[in-house]
Structures are given as C-alpha cells and as structure tokens.
C-alpha cells in the first residue's frame, strides 16, 4: 500500500494530536505534584530532622543516578513480578512523579539557598514563625529565582513522555511509530512528531518568560 | 528616664567555635533609654544587640529582657519566650531586609497580620500613619526595589514600629546608605527617641549618637572599654583604648599609616 506523501499529514495529524493532548496532560499533572514534592522535599532536605534529610538525599541520589528508562521498566514491568500491574498511564505518572519530585527538589533547594539570611533574620525579629516565614517569604522568593531552570526542566518532562510509548502509553511517539509501520513513511511521521513537540516546548518556554517578566516587576 | 531596666546583660559572652566575638559584655538599658554602641569594626556589637532578640545564641552570662532571663550556654529558649521576646523588640538592620517579593505597605502589615492577627483595615491604617510619619505614605504600593536606600530603612523602621515594640534595636542603620541620605533616617530616629522609645543602637555616627544618647558604651576588642554619660565618653573618655578609637573616628585625616594621631605641633612641620 502506498499513500502519497502529501496525504500522510491529513491522515495523521489527529492522531498525533491526540498523542500530543496525552503528553501534555501528563506533564501538566506530573509537573504540579512534583512542584508540590519538591518543594516539601527541598524543606525537608534544608531543615527536617536527620532521618529525614538522609531520606531525601538518598531519594535524589537514585533518581538522578538510574537511567531513565530503567527506573520506567521497574516500575511498569518490575513491579508485575510481585503482582503488581500498572496501567500504562498509572506508570506513566508514578514515573514522571517520581523522576520530577527527585529533580525539583534539587531546583527548589537551590532556590531557597539563594535567598539571602537577611530574610530569614527580618522575618524572625518581627516574630514569624519559622513555617510562616518559609511559606510567606522564603519560598515565593525562591521560586522567582528558580523560574529559568524550572522551565527548563517542564520541557524535559515534556519530551521525557516520548519513552512512555516503551510501555505502550499512546503518546505522540507512539502514533508515529504506529503510523509509520503502517504506512512506511518514517520520514514526513516522525517529521510531524517533531513539530508538535516543538510547538509544544516553544509555548512551555514563552510561559516560563512571561512568568519571569512578570515577577522582574519587583526584582 | 526610670529605674527599670528593660534589658541587663551580665557578663554576656559569644564564641563562633574556638573565636571569640565578644566577651564579659554586661550593660544595661533602662526604660526610655537611649544607649549607643560604637566602636571599631570586629568588635562584635553587631553580634551582641542579635542576641538581644536572639537572632543569635550566646556562650556566657546572662541576658534579660523584658523580664525574660536568658542563659548562655544553655538550653535555647521557650518558642513562647522567644515569640515575647520578638514581637516587643523591634528591629531596623544594616541592610535593610525589607521583602522585595511585597510592597511597601504589604512589608508593614505581615507581621501585625500574621502575629498579632490584627484585622486587614486597621493594618493597613496604620501602617499609612507610620509612612506618613516618615514622609513616605506616596509609597504605599511601590515594590522596595524602587525606593532609594534612604526610602527603604526609613519603611524598615515602619515595619518594625508596626508591632508596637517596647524596644528598638538598630543595628548600623546608616553605614550602607549614600551619605546625602543618612540625614533622612537619622531624623526618623531622633523623633523616636524624642518621643520616648527605649533603643539600643549600633552606630558609627558620633555627632549623632551624642545628640541621641543617653548612655554610650564603647566596645573594642571584643570588650567594652568605656562606657557612661553620652557627653562625657565622647569628649573625655577616660581609657587609652576609647581615647584612641575617638581620636581615630573624629580625625581620620590625621592618622598616619600605623593608625596613631600625629600630635598637633608635629603636624605643622610635616
């Protein structure tokens, strides 16, 4: 069967764009949670009790040391061997939860450091209590100084989703793979593949800019 | 001024691991009291009015205030302790440390919102009659960053009064600001004095703090050297080491490469 070349993109383009809104609504979801844990993970990391602290180092230390898709295989494939069988989309979340938690607490944590002691120090000579003082001065601080490697990293969550076609999650990857064993076109599918995932990364960035204009108004 | 001190430090002691900061300290502040710290750099004035509102630990000695006994050395105190301690001791630091994330009168608010849980309205009223106090109520809304540094410690006293402290603590309020703006928040601290407010204030203002103080303590090498009437210190001090410091202070053109005042009759032959 061979379809013309310049059919392939009305033929596809839907199903790549529902790959693409599948993507993007698994960034979307894990970015928030992982926003949420890092954040808590950084605090704990910073100012938590020992155990803690050792806890959420060693935690870092595996994410950021496995290969990526190791740590997928394990949690979609590793886990059936104790009975435990993921859906792809369970996996898919556990897993970029998981990878962006371990990676935001190191983005978080540098942005708390980089608040300078003064605002610990004013904070505490007007009586705010240390929780108050995280929450209400440290971390909106934190997060202003943290915006550029934030962005940065919600576009790698974003093309981190193109492995989550290994465990069969429908992605925009893997209607491309699909399309192109069906029609033997690699090329123009992988082509289109390519362009949504730029437009996609593109507007994540003008996001991330526009978060930081807007937050220069006071810096 | 009356009998009650409100702050007694006896013998107070403070060590970063084997380095002294400053050692042997005992002052007192009374009610209504003006006491000025001044001395050389190093000397740990700093680090001593920080331990005061307990910003930072001490070694030795003993500390009240406000009624509260502190201990050095020993256990920290209480969080109720330290919340007293904090919420009626204000204080207006070297760098300002307004929140750049807030505005002006956002700054102001926090604490009487959040500590004293004083509603939103009247917060806010009275942090516009504190900034009209220092002529800045047209600031209001502006984010820190756009004020002069002057503008900033004069809204950092603001937040600071805001809580309605018994006493004030500065901690060189001046020494970062561009000489042409020092006179706007020495005027903001003289009217405190004026109307009463117990401080106790690291500066290296001498014109100043002999105007403002009641009590000037001088802390060199890491010890007090002199301290007593305000006039008195600053134009007779009785030892070598605060007679050498002012001499220092006063005629810094004077001083020759190993820091010694040249004698008056020898100047003119140089």
């Known amino acids: 069967m061979h379809i013309p070349i310049l059919n392939i993109p009305l033929l596809y383009s839907g199903a790549i764009a529902q790959g693409a809104i599948k993507d993007l609504m698994v960034t979307i979801i894990s970015t928030i949670l992982s926003f949420i844990l890092g954040t808590l993970g950084a605090t704990a990391r910073l100012y938590g009790p020992k155990l803690v602290k050792t806890v959420v180092y060693w935690y870092v230390e595996i994410i950021r040391g496995l290969p990526a898709i190791l740590q997928l295989f394990i949690i979609y494939y590793g886990f059936t061997q104790w009975g435990i069988d993921f859906s792809p989309l369970t996996a898919a979340l556990i897993w970029l939860v998981a990878y962006g938690t371990g990676y935001g607490v190191e983005i978080f944590r540098s942005g708390i450091i980089d608040v300078p002691q003064g605002q610990w120090e004013a904070a505490s000579a007007l009586g705010l209590s240390r929780t108050m003082t995280m929450f209400r001065i440290i971390v909106p601080q934190a997060y202003v100084a943290m915006l550029p490697p934030l962005t940065s990293f919600v576009v790698l969550q974003l093309k981190n989703t193109t492995l989550l076609y290994l465990v069969a999650y429908s992605d925009i990857m893997y209607q491309a793979r699909l399309g192109t064993d069906a029609t033997e076109q690699p090329g123009i599918l992988y082509l289109m593949a390519a362009l949504a995932y730029l437009i996609m990364s593109l507007a994540i960035g003008r996001l991330g800019y526009r978060l930081e204009r807007r937050a220069a108004a006071y810096r | ?270």
């Open chain 2, 1 to 270: 001024m009356s009998n009650e001190a409100v702050i007694s430090a006896q013998r107070v002691t403070k060590r970063f691991g084997t380095q002294v900061v400053f050692e042997d300290v005992s002052l007192d502040v009374h009610k209504k009291e003006v006491v000025a710290i001044i001395g050389p750099s190093g000397a740990g004035k700093s680090t001593f009015i920080r331990c005061v509102n307990q910003l930072h630990p001490f070694n030795g000695g003993t500390l009240e205030v406000l009624g509260h006994t502190l201990t050095g050395g020993g256990p920290p105190p209480s969080r109720e302790v330290l919340q007293d301690i904090r919420t009626r001791v204000g204080m207006v630091f070297q760098t300002f440390n307004l929140f750049p994330h807030l505005s002006v009168v956002n700054n102001i608010i926090l604490a009487p919102r959040e500590v004293k849980k004083i509603p939103r309205p009247r917060a806010v009223e009275q942090a516009m009659e504190l900034l009209a106090m220092v002529g800045l109520e047209h600031k209001a809304e502006m984010f820190p960053r756009r004020l002069s540094g002057g503008e900033q410690q004069r809204v950092a006293i603001c937040r600071a009064l805001a809580m309605d402290p018994e006493i004030m603590l500065f901690d060189e309020p001046t020494s970062m600001l561009d000489p042409e703006l020092v006179g706007e928040v020495l005027a903001a601290i003289r009217r405190l004095a004026r109307q009463g407010m117990t401080m106790l204030l690291v500066t290296h203002e001498m014109q100043f703090a002999k105007e403002v103080a009641d009590t000037v303590v001088i802390m060199a090498d890491h010890h007090i050297v002199e301290q007593g009437r305000a006039a008195e210190v600053l134009d007779a001090p009785a030892t070598e080491r605060a007679q050498v410091f002012l001499r220092r202070i006063l005629k810094p053109a004077e001083v020759d490469e190993v820091g010694e005042v040249a004698p008056a009759r020898l100047r003119g032959r140089l």
